[in-house]
């Protein structure tokens, strides 16, 4: 259960809640130029684009959730249960595992366009990566500073849609998630309007300031969480200053993050925000907060030698820092 979104002010930024019971001890991982991809079915990729984002790294193998080349390309991967279909290898096709998918992308594509072209030749393959870390059903979102794109295997094939709204969530398809937000065409932002009795004297008046996005889904669905973020996304003010747009990047993600407690995961688990990203993608600058530490973290990518060939992570800061005044 995650939520992604795509937003752009002076700068395009790109990020996500990631929300489960559990943690793989992931880490800002930063894959330099020169660091060698081996493909389960295809040729190895010895030199690439750089890229950034949050990896669990397996056997020296970078498995991103979401992940920003230094062209500011950016893909987030999902969960989509019981939606996702693989299949076995194809003649003829691109077969990429689903963790394989985004460095396959960001490897050689530096607009959603380029990586649109790619995914026509794309087989997604029911491969695991090992016996200890099985596939995860997952569909991505794929964003530039001019547009995002939806992927989705299911079992009818491999179905990519225009994201005009720039926000993805799980289940159902992305086709029904976007058709669903005409169910909230009255929501505003502005003062409520009486349109209850129109031809009678019967009177209704605002009582409480809000009132026009009454109406808006507050529960964790994913259906809801996609509503709320597009609505707090698209009425969302912009700022001047790199502050003040990560901010309120994180205040649109705080609208669908989930609290432990509220989504129960099992007994006595819980799903929760294990923790929130915002990637500046023309600076390479990966913000981050996760669960128990709300401060805003940062990790450069062009700090860092980016001709190498050996990855370079950054353990979470996980524990509450709190600044006292006094």
């Not at 950034?52 to 193998?61: E, K, L, T």
């Not at 691109?94 to 072209?117: G, H, M, S, Y």
């Not at 989504?263 to 819980?270: R, S």
Request: aromatic share 12%; with cysteine; net charge neutral.
């Amino acid at each position: 259960m995650c939520t992604a979104i795509s937003f752009k002010s002076n700068d395009h930024y790109f990020g996500r809640n990631l929300d489960l019971e559990y943690s793989y001890n992931e880490t800002v991982t930063i894959t330099p130029r020169n660091y060698v991809f081996r493909f389960r079915k295809i040729e190895k990729v010895e030199s690439h684009f750089a890229m950034i984002g949050m990896a669990y790294i397996a056997d020296g193998y970078p498995l991103y959730y979401d992940a920003t080349n230094e062209m500011g390309l950016s893909i987030a991967a999902l969960n989509f249960p019981k939606n996702a279909h693989y299949k076995p290898f194809r003649e003829g096709k691109d077969n990429i595992t689903p963790f394989e998918l985004i460095p396959w992308i960001l490897c050689r594509c530096a607009t959603v366009n380029e990586a649109e072209k790619l995914l026509k030749r794309i087989n997604i393959l029911n491969e695991n990566f090992s016996e200890q870390l099985p596939l995860s059903p997952l569909h991505w979102i794929i964003s530039d500073k001019e547009r995002s794109i939806t992927l989705e295997s299911v079992k009818s094939g491999i179905n990519i849609y225009d994201n005009p709204v720039g926000v993805l969530t799980n289940n159902p398809t992305f086709d029904y998630q976007l058709f669903n937000l005409n169910n909230y065409i009255s929501l505003s932002n502005d003062a409520a309007q009486n349109k209850f009795a129109q031809n009678n004297d019967f009177k209704l008046e605002q009582y409480s300031r809000g009132m026009g996005a009454m109406g808006l889904p507050g529960d964790f669905s994913s259906m809801s969480r996609f509503v709320r973020a597009t609505f707090v996304k698209f009425n969302s003010v912009l700022g001047k200053s790199e502050e003040e747009n990560v901010g309120q990047f994180f205040h649109i993600l705080k609208t669908v993050e989930m609290p432990r407690g509220c989504v129960k995961a099992g007994e006595d688990n819980y799903a929760i925000t294990i923790y929130s990203s915002c990637c500046n993608t023309e600076r390479g600058i990966y913000y981050y907060t996760t669960y128990g530490n709300s401060q805003i973290n940062a990790v450069d990518m062009h700090k860092e030698n980016l001709n190498s060939n050996t990855l370079i992570a950054y353990p979470l800061k996980k524990q509450q820092l709190i600044m006292y005044q006094n």
